[in-house]
């Protein structure tokens, strides 16, 4: 009976479509993070063993909360000079060419005015009337003391002695405004750097500050009526600034005076320190982001306006280790290096990296520890060789 029962429970099992419960799966044992189950190994002897270069990953300070904004060099706004033609005329002569080297005071255009003509005229015709208004002030002076005189000894009335003061005041007067107008001239004519009452001079537009000529807009012979139209523009370049835009999320910690790390993309394996001149007043209300200057010593002329350029600043730092951006390889999405397990055997390791800190090295994040040896060239040959798949 027991066994006949046990044989009408199973046809009433299939009669019902159910089959006996699989087995469990095994699940695959997870592989340890960060490595590869491949290995390479290359043969002692075989030539590319020559290709590739082993170091030990070193520790560097790496900035933390680092504020990173793209940049432009600018010319310091303080120290550029548009020059323009004090008088309108022909110009005689340039005496620069593009890209020189000038020093404040130099000597850049000789321009012939008829301006010039005419201020000297004027200094004549200004020298004549103080001439004459001394003259008349010394006759004045000797009516009022003649009748001065007469009135003492009863000679004149009073009135005559109060008509010969009033005139002796009137030509006072009349030296003072002689003597004004003559100074005049002479200043205007000083200020043109021209000798007074000398004709035939030209004027000689002179270098405002010491710098670079940028631009000329001029040549000899050419007539030049417009007073406000630049000759030339000369910048000095000893200091430059590079503008960057902040975004305002992190612009709280940057303020002026503080340093700052600069890299340019013309020297991309060096680092500069500026110091921050001006955090501008206002947000760009398109991008959000607030404009930064910042200033960069440029004695030595490297550094050319219009390059790009990037800020760096942080607060804090932290160890960290430090491999050469050639020992990272980019393969499925990920980073990774080849660690060094014996000579001629390599293993790739993946690693989570940061942002370069300067000079082509690269902060690991995770993934190796400072001293461990990895392949600083090379690295392509060896994932062209299965290790990056």
């Given at each position: 009976?027991r066994?006949?029962?046990?044989?009408?429970?199973?046809?009433?099992?299939?009669?019902?479509?159910r089959?006996?419960?699989?087995?469990?799966?095994?699940?695959?044992?997870?592989?340890?993070?960060?490595?590869?189950?491949?290995?390479?190994?290359?043969?002692?002897?075989s030539?590319?063993?020559?290709?590739?270069?082993?170091?030990?990953?070193t520790t560097?300070?790496?900035?933390?909360?680092?504020?990173?904004?793209?940049?432009?060099?600018?010319i310091?706004?303080?120290?550029?000079a548009?020059v323009?033609?004090?008088?309108?005329?022909?110009?005689?002569?340039?005496?620069?060419?593009?890209?020189?080297?000038v020093?404040?005071?130099?000597?850049?255009?000789r321009?012939?005015?008829?301006?010039?003509?005419?201020?000297?005229?004027?200094?004549?015709?200004?020298?004549?009337?103080?001439?004459?208004?001394?003259?008349?002030?010394r006759?004045?002076?000797?009516?009022?003391?003649?009748?001065?005189?007469?009135?003492?000894?009863g000679?004149?009335a009073?009135?005559e002695?109060?008509?010969?003061?009033?005139?002796?005041?009137?030509?006072?007067?009349?030296?003072?405004?002689a003597?004004?107008?003559?100074?005049?001239?002479?200043?205007?004519?000083?200020?043109?750097?021209?000798?007074?009452?000398?004709?035939?001079?030209?004027v000689?537009?002179?270098?405002?500050?010491?710098?670079?000529?940028l631009?000329?807009?001029?040549?000899?012979?050419?007539?030049?009526n417009?007073?406000s139209?630049?000759?030339?523009?000369?910048?000095d370049?000893?200091?430059?600034w590079?503008?960057?835009?902040?975004?305002?999320s992190?612009?709280?910690?940057?303020d002026?005076?503080?340093?700052?790390?600069?890299?340019l993309?013309?020297?991309?394996?060096?680092?500069?320190?500026?110091?921050?001149?001006?955090?501008?007043?206002?947000?760009?209300?398109?991008?959000?982001?607030?404009?930064?200057?910042?200033?960069?010593?440029?004695?030595?002329?490297?550094?050319?306006?219009?390059?790009?350029a990037?800020?760096?600043?942080?607060?804090?730092?932290?160890?960290?280790?430090?491999?050469?951006?050639?020992?990272?390889?980019?393969?499925?999405?990920?980073?990774?290096?080849?660690?060094?397990?014996?000579?001629?055997?390599?293993?790739?390791?993946?690693?989570?990296?940061g942002?370069?800190?300067g000079?082509?090295?690269?902060?690991v994040?995770?993934?190796?520890?400072?001293?461990?040896?990895?392949v600083?060239?090379?690295?392509?040959?060896?994932?062209?060789?299965?290790?990056?798949?």
């Amino acid at each position: 009976m027991r066994w006949a029962a046990a044989a009408l429970a199973g046809l009433c099992a299939l009669g019902c479509g159910r089959a006996p419960d699989p087995a469990p799966l095994r699940e695959a044992a997870p592989r340890p993070a960060g490595t590869n189950s491949s290995r390479i190994r290359i043969p002692p002897g075989s030539p590319k063993l020559v290709h590739i270069r082993v170091e030990a990953a070193t520790t560097a300070l790496v900035p933390q909360d680092e504020v990173v904004a793209p940049g432009k060099v600018q010319i310091n706004p303080n120290r550029i000079a548009r020059v323009v033609p004090p008088v309108g005329g022909r110009v005689a002569a340039v005496e620069v060419r593009l890209g020189d080297a000038v020093e404040q005071g130099q000597a850049l255009v000789r321009i012939e005015s008829p301006d010039i003509e005419a201020a000297m005229s004027d200094c004549l015709k200004a020298d004549a009337a103080e001439s004459e208004s001394r003259a008349a002030l010394r006759k004045a002076q000797a009516d009022f003391d003649r009748v001065n005189d007469l009135y003492r000894y009863g000679a004149i009335a009073k009135k005559e002695v109060v008509n010969a003061e009033a005139e002796l005041a009137r030509a006072q007067a009349a030296l003072k405004d002689a003597s004004a107008a003559r100074e005049q001239t002479r200043r205007k004519l000083g200020m043109l750097g021209l000798k007074p009452c000398d004709f035939g001079q030209q004027v000689v537009v002179r270098a405002p500050i010491s710098g670079k000529v940028l631009e000329i807009n001029v040549t000899p012979g050419e007539f030049r009526n417009d007073t406000s139209a630049p000759l030339m523009t000369i910048a000095d370049l000893s200091t430059v600034w590079v503008a960057s835009d902040v975004p305002e999320s992190v612009i709280r910690w940057i303020d002026p005076g503080e340093r700052v790390r600069i890299e340019l993309a013309a020297y991309p394996d060096e680092v500069f320190e500026g110091r921050v001149m001006r955090v501008a007043d206002t947000v760009d209300p398109r991008t959000r982001t607030v404009e930064v200057q910042t200033e960069l010593d440029n004695r030595r002329g490297r550094f050319r306006p219009e390059m790009f350029a990037k800020i760096r600043h942080a607060h804090e730092s932290r160890p960290l280790p430090v491999v050469p951006a050639s020992a990272v390889v980019q393969a499925q999405g990920r980073s990774w290096v080849y660690v060094e397990l014996a000579p001629g055997e390599f293993e790739r390791v993946r690693v989570e990296t940061g942002e370069p800190v300067g000079r082509g090295r690269i902060p690991v994040l995770a993934g190796v520890p400072a001293g461990t040896r990895v392949v600083v060239e090379g690295a392509i040959l060896l994932a062209n060789s299965g290790g990056a798949r």
